[in-house]
């Protein structure tokens, strides 16, 4: 069954139903405004609610209690006049706010007052050698496996990598009665001295209780190996066993399933495609769109929200979400704006939600090894690029990534740089001596995911197209 | 590689992998539904004919194209399962028709 | 930046790579000055066709030059291939012009027919074909398709790989590829070129303005005029597929990794950052008319590049009358005619002055104007 927008023009349009597209669609609507939400999933939630509405797993203790807050988020919603199409891949929006949208294999066009951008993240690129072979995915697959198919690990099961999601997937995974035969934890044991001197607000954040818990779980039960330095995935056609260096002892294991996860960075695509200014951050390690404190960006009408605005986890995605659609109405309908929480409410709300995150963003600050690759290991997936083709490149005279595409075609696949664009960004300012901000980044243009030939054939057309393309 | 949890109480639905008929769960991605089947569903690139599987399960990686119902090249983590659907591992350069 | 050179190459697209690896094979000792990562350049946006058919309406010497240009192709790629491993994947087996409906293939009828009519022209065997003969060569047409134009010496070429090529070829020829140096100045004395970047000046015995449309601004500097007026073109390309098209059509063409792309548009926009989905819409569309089977393939990705064209359409080579030793070289068909840049003018530039037999008709002096009373009309 497909649904297209029951309208063309909505006075708000929020792309993505994350935390922060749920929360910002249904402020906006609640305050009266036109309001469209659009999601690629077969469901609401986003990432971190992956499958709130749908999941098969049903002892509330196994996800957690975070994860529940999302079915009120998705409740709220619910109850308010936003229109929801799920399904939805936006593959393109531009300055104008025009936005084209493929629903079941056809294409809608809407305009908006304001769009409000709620992408989110991906999981940085992992590129050790051999993360191409089957059997070697994201600690976030598996995840979304977990929570809307209630699928665990069942073969001989590695986990590597660093950061609280790691930890919290290794808890589900054993909640659900999964397998893992070992962690690999590669955080830098430089980082945490380097973190410790944000460690108080991090203390008293709730990020401390409940992942020092969690961590206390997951160590009961599956032997964890820290300081791990150096890590490769090898088989033949398939994964056969990981080895890794830890303490200066290098070791093999077998293996059927690796999962990799070394933090989340922002889903930069659609954003940068619609012109939005974005800087390299240089303690995320990723590049963020220039905002101001309400979520506006460097387009005007764009705003972004969530983790697409620079990680921020997900109770700060809610509190993006509302103060970018407060932002809206206060333009659109500022007579309306009263009956939402005050502004400055929403900004302390924020800096509580944000609070211990300059602790964790210092302390699993991912080791250059793992996000700056050497040799024949693959840097862009789709086009079958290794590091070494990068730096003969950087030795004929490319500068950044678009000279580079033109020569070795990085980021021409079909996911358009997004397992391969900060590998290549980060690989190419080493290699000249610069910095990731002078390097720069991929031109990205629309479509931002693929569409059939057809279905751009079906966009509506002028005399004057037609004049442009047909010239005898 | 991954198996189900007792827990899940969906209903099945009944899918074919190269002809083959394969029970997924109603709500399953064709993704999910491969991984938790069995069978050796690995396709091989149209660059160099390695072999992957899906990689992230969340439409950014493209690790997962596959052919459903005829169509190519299509992303299997973000296409729900349906009764009857006809799923084909994709080998190499997909089809010019399909 | 230290060192004399023999030539400076401003800018490092198709043409300039092209006529400084030229020069390099000559043994010249050879600068290129570009601009940096993000920057127009149509060599990176180009369709890659290396094409004849109605190349030169109006202008014979550009026929002329451009069957001269398709002929010389295969030795280029062959000397790409020997020095950089590189193969370009150039194709020449022939390509179409296909219509759609019988108002286009009398308009076509037309054209083929007025390109008969000028000299030089009908040796290269353009002519028209039926809906019935095209389908023996491309089965899969649809049947909107009414026919269309033909010619033999048509191909393609693989025209990233073919930049890629040049660039690693200066390495083995001692050519020094300097990106981020725009030239905003160029001064002449003491029998030098002074070029000034932002990272020092540079100096040498002659130099080539290859810097596409900012040719317009460079060429007064030293006595040269080129009056440019770029246009906008939009490309679709699809994801790969398994060959199915055996020659390239000016509109469509599968390339040797099995992308199909799809052009190009012309408009006067001059912004290459946007993009009209109703303009990919109509050349989509002409091309699933033309082969129904595309329809379903995925389009993964769509750009506009920046034109390099010369104000008549037309190339202008020219050598400077008041600044000896200064060249300029720009055109639309960089692709195509990327032979002769290495091959020709790499050779006229090296000794110092351009064959007016062979390029006479590309000077700027058929412009008239003010700045073309500088130019020699050799
Ligand atoms: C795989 C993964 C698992 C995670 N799991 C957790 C977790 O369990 N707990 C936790 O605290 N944090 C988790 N995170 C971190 C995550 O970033 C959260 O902080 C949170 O989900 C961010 O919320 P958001 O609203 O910004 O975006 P998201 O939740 O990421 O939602 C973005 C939504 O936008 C949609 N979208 C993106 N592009 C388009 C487009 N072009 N057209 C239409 N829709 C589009 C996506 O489908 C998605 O539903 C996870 C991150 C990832 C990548
Ligand atoms: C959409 C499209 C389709 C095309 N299709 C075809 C085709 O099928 N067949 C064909 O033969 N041709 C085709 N062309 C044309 C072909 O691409 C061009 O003719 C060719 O690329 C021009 O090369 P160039 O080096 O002159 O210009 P460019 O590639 O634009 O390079 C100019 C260079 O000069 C540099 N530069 C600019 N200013 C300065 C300065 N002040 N100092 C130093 N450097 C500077 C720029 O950075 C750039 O690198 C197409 C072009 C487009 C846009
Ligand atoms: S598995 Fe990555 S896009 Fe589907």
Avoid at chain 1, 191 to 218: D, Q
Avoid at chain 1, 259 to 281: I, K
Avoid at chain 1, 296 to 325: L, Q, Y
Avoid at chain 3, 24 to 42: F, N, P, Q, S, Y
Wanted: charged share 20%; glycine share 10%; with cysteine.
């Amino acid at each position: 069954m497909t649904v297209a927008p029951r309208r063309e023009d909505y006075d708000v349009v929020v792309i993505g139903a994350g935390p922060a597209g749920l929360a910002a669609a249904a402020t906006s609507a609640e305050a009266g405004l036109t309001t469209l939400l659009l999601d690629e999933n077969i469901g609401p939630g986003g990432q971190v609610f992956r499958a709130i509405s749908s999941t098969p797993v049903t002892d509330r203790n196994q996800l957690g209690a975070d994860y529940w807050v999302g079915a009120d988020l998705v409740q709220s919603l619910r109850a308010s006049s936003a229109e929801v199409i799920p399904r939805a891949t936006v593959w393109s929006l531009d300055r104008n706010l025009d936005i084209a949208v493929s629903i079941g294999g056809a294409s809608a066009f809407v305009k908006a007052k304001r769009v409000i951008l709620a992408t989110g993240a991906l999981e940085r690129p992992f590129p050790i050698p051999g993360w191409t072979l089957p059997g070697v995915m994201t600690a976030g697959a598996a995840q979304t496996m977990l929570k809307s198919s209630a699928l665990v690990p069942d073969g001989r099961t590695v986990i590597a990598g660093q950061g609280p999601l790691l930890w919290l997937l290794a808890a589900q995974i054993l909640r659900l009665g999964g397998r893992i035969d070992r962690i690999l934890d590669t955080t830098e044991r430089g980082n945490y001295l380097a973190a410790l001197p944000h460690a108080f607000a991090f203390l008293t954040s709730p990020y401390f209780a409940k992942g020092l818990s969690m961590m206390r779980e997951v160590k009961a039960k599956v032997q964890v190996v820290s300081g791990v330095a150096e890590l490769a995935a090898a088989g033949d056609g398939q994964l056969a066993s990981v080895s890794y260096v830890a303490g200066g002892r290098r070791e093999t294991i077998p293996a059927d399933l690796l999962l990799l996860h070394q933090g989340v960075v922002p889903n930069v695509n659609l954003a940068m495609s619609a012109g939005v200014e974005h800087r390299w951050d240089d303690l995320q390690l990723c590049w963020s769109p220039v905002l101001d404190a309400s979520g506006n960006s460097s387009v005007a009408g764009i705003a972004i929200a969530g983790d697409g605005a620079g990680i921020g986890g997900a109770n700060a995605a809610v509190v993006r979400g509302r103060i970018a659609a407060r932002a809206a109405v206060d333009a659109l309908a500022p007579a309306a704006a009263a009956r939402l929480p005050a502004m400055a409410t929403l900004r302390a709300d924020l800096a509580k939600a944000e609070r211990g995150r300059l602790f964790l963003d210092t302390l699993f600050r991912p080791a250059p090894q793992f996000r700056i690759p050497s040799g024949d290991t693959i840097v862009c997936r789709c086009e079958e690029v290794t590091a070494k083709d990068v730096l003969d490149s950087v030795a004929i005279g490319a500068t950044g990534p678009n000279q580079l595409k033109a020569y070795r075609r990085t980021g021409m696949g079909p996911c358009q740089g997004r397992l391969c664009g900060l590998t290549v960004t980060e690989l190419m300012a080493q290699a000249r001596g610069k910095s990731p901000q002078e390097i720069g980044y991929y031109r990205l243009r629309a479509p931002v995911k693929p569409i059939t030939l057809a279905e751009l054939a079906a966009v509506p057309k002028s005399e004057a197209d037609v004049k442009a393309v047909v010239r005898g | 590689m991954f198996r189900r949890s007792e827990q899940d109480k969906r209903p099945q639905v009944q899918i074919f992998i190269d002809g083959v008929a394969v029970a997924a769960r109603q709500g399953d991605t064709v993704s999910a539904a491969l991984l938790a089947s069995g069978v050796d569903v690995r396709r091989s690139t149209a660059v160099s004919g390695a072999p992957r599987l899906p990689y992230c399960m969340m439409g950014v990686c493209f690790d997962c194209l596959i052919t459903i119902d005829g169509v190519g090249n299509r992303q299997g983590c973000l296409v729900p399962v349906a009764e009857g659907m006809q799923i084909e591992i994709q080998k190499g350069k997909r089809e010019i028709g399909q | 930046m230290s060192g004399e050179y023999d030539v400076a190459v401003v800018g490092g697209g198709l043409l300039g790579s092209a006529i400084a690896w030229g020069l390099g094979r000559l043994g010249k000792k050879v600068a290129v000055l570009d601009e940096g990562d993000i920057t127009r350049r149509a060599s990176r946006a180009n369709f890659a066709l290396v094409w004849v058919q109605s190349k030169g309406l109006g202008m014979p010497a550009y026929t002329v030059w451009t069957v001269q240009a398709s002929q010389a192709w295969g030795r280029l790629a062959s000397e790409l291939k020997q020095q950089t491993g590189l193969d370009v994947s150039l194709q020449q087996n022939g390509g179409f012009h296909l219509t759609l409906g019988e108002e286009e293939f009398g308009q076509r009828t037309e054209l083929v027919k007025r390109m008969h009519n000028q000299v030089g022209a009908a040796d290269y065997k353009m002519e028209m074909l039926s809906a019935s003969q095209v389908k023996k060569s491309l089965p899969l047409i649809g049947p909107e398709v009414s026919g269309g134009s033909y010619c033999p010496l048509d191909g393609h070429v693989n025209s990233l790989r073919t930049f890629r090529a040049f660039h690693t070829g200066f390495k083995a020829f001692g050519i020094d590829y300097l990106p981020e140096r725009p030239v905003s100045a160029i001064g002449k004395s003491g029998g030098e070129f002074h070029l000034t970047t932002p990272k020092g000046e540079l100096r040498a015995a002659k130099i080539v303005l290859a810097a596409g449309n900012a040719n317009q601004t460079l060429a007064p500097m030293v006595g040269l005029y080129a009056p440019m007026g770029p246009t906008r073109g939009q490309i679709v390309v699809t994801e790969r597929t398994m060959p199915f098209l055996p020659h390239p059509l000016t509109t469509i063409r599968q390339t040797d990794e099995g992308t199909v792309m799809i052009g190009d548009s012309k408009e006067d926009e001059l912004d290459d950052r946007a993009l009209k989905h109703s303009i990919s819409a109509v050349m989509t569309d002409r091309a699933q008319r033309m082969f129904p089977h595309l329809s379903r393939l995925n389009v993964v990705r769509s750009w506009a590049g920046i034109r390099v064209m010369p104000q008549d359409g037309f190339p202008i080579y020219d050598q400077s009358e008041t600044h000896p030793g200064a060249f300029v070289a720009c055109c639309h068909s960089g692709v195509t005619l990327a032979s002769n840049h290495a091959f020709e003018i790499a050779r006229m530039v090296a000794q110092g002055v351009l064959e007016p037999e062979l390029v006479g008709a590309f000077s700027a002096s058929r412009f008239g104007g003010a700045g073309a009373a500088n130019s020699s009309g050799y």
